[in-house]
């Protein structure tokens, strides 16, 4: 985990941004933070500056792919770093997804930003390491 702070291009209701920077030696298979339809997938051209530099966020080469799910909706990023070549996405538009499954990957250092939902409580801080489709990141409020 490189950070969790309120981030400038941060969706409606969803200000905080955690993002996960993976190096060479990482597994860049990604897999859906949540159960729900897939609701907005978008491809950005950009740089391939470093992946861990908080540029990245916004001006690299990304994925920007939200879901909807009965809890609300949760947008995060497949962000493509310098020495990425290629990012991978698999579903389309309309398809239900369920948490922790496949979605798609990132070749060779990348990263992924999370727009956690305003209440939903942060449960990894900035060193923490996450091991994909294992570690819980985030709780939705309760009642939500």
Avoid at 4 to 17: K, M, T
Avoid at 50 to 71: C, G, H, M, P, W
Avoid at 90 to 119: A, C, H, M, N
Wanted: hydrophobic fraction near 40%; charge should be positive.
């Amino acid at each position: 985990v490189l950070s969790v702070a309120e981030a400038p291009e941060a969706p409606a209701g969803a200000r905080r941004r955690l993002s996960v920077f993976m190096s060479v030696f990482n597994c860049h298979v990604n897999r859906s933070p949540i159960s729900g339809r897939l609701g907005d997938y978008a491809y950005v051209r950009g740089l391939k500056a470093a992946a861990f530099s908080d540029k990245a966020s916004t001006e690299n080469e990304q994925n920007r792919i939200t879901l909807v799910s009965a809890a609300g909706s949760v947008t995060f990023k497949q962000i493509a770093g310098a020495l990425a070549r290629r990012i991978v996405f698999y579903p389309k538009v309309g398809d239900e997804l369920t948490r922790g499954s496949r979605i798609g990957l990132i070749k060779f250092g990348s990263r992924v930003d999370l727009f956690v939902p305003d209440g939903a409580e942060v449960l990894v801080k900035p060193g923490d390491k996450l091991k994909a489709g294992c570690t819980a990141i985030a709780r939705w409020p309760k009642g939500a």
